[in-house]
Nanobody, 122 residues
Framework: QVQLVQSGGGSAQAGGSLRLSCAASGRTFSAMGWFRQAPGKEREIVAAISRIDDGTYYADSVKGRFTISRDNAKNTVYLEMNSLKSEDTAVYYC?????????????????WGQGTQVTVSS
């Protein structure tokens, strides 16, 4: 049975940092990503990382502030979030896909984590 279990997140002041983790079990995936959904907005991709070639993708809104990384031995992906802004407030979801070439497309992700609230206060 495939599971993605998220941890981390919570609350931070603007300018602060938080870290999210997502541990996958049941199988390995070609790519994993982080998405977020703020109230009244559509889910959007934040970052993704390929297991195949270590390639990464970042949304323009988080470039230079967020870092995605992975530990293949632990089948875990991380999202380090620095210089947080109030607009980063959202529920964050990790996701896993078999299709590394489509890692920026939410519809190509097969499995999703339970979601974690991140709240940034100014």
């Amino acid at each position: 049975q495939v599971q993605l279990v998220q941890s981390g997140g919570g609350s931070a002041q603007a300018g602060g940092s938080l870290r999210l983790s997502c541990a996958a079990s049941g199988r390995t995936f070609s790519a994993m990503g982080w998405f977020r959904q703020a109230p009244g907005k559509e889910r959007e991709i934040v970052a993704a990382i390929s297991r195949i070639d270590d390639g990464t993708y970042y949304a323009d809104s988080v470039k230079g502030r967020f870092t995605i990384s992975r530990d293949n031995a632990k089948n875990t992906v991380y999202l380090e979030m620095n210089s947080l802004k109030s607009e980063d407030t959202a529920v964050y979801y990790c996701a896993a896909t078999r299709f590394a070439g489509a890692m920026t497309t939410a519809g190509r992700y097969d499995y999703w984590g339970q979601g974690t609230q991140v709240t940034v206060s100014s």
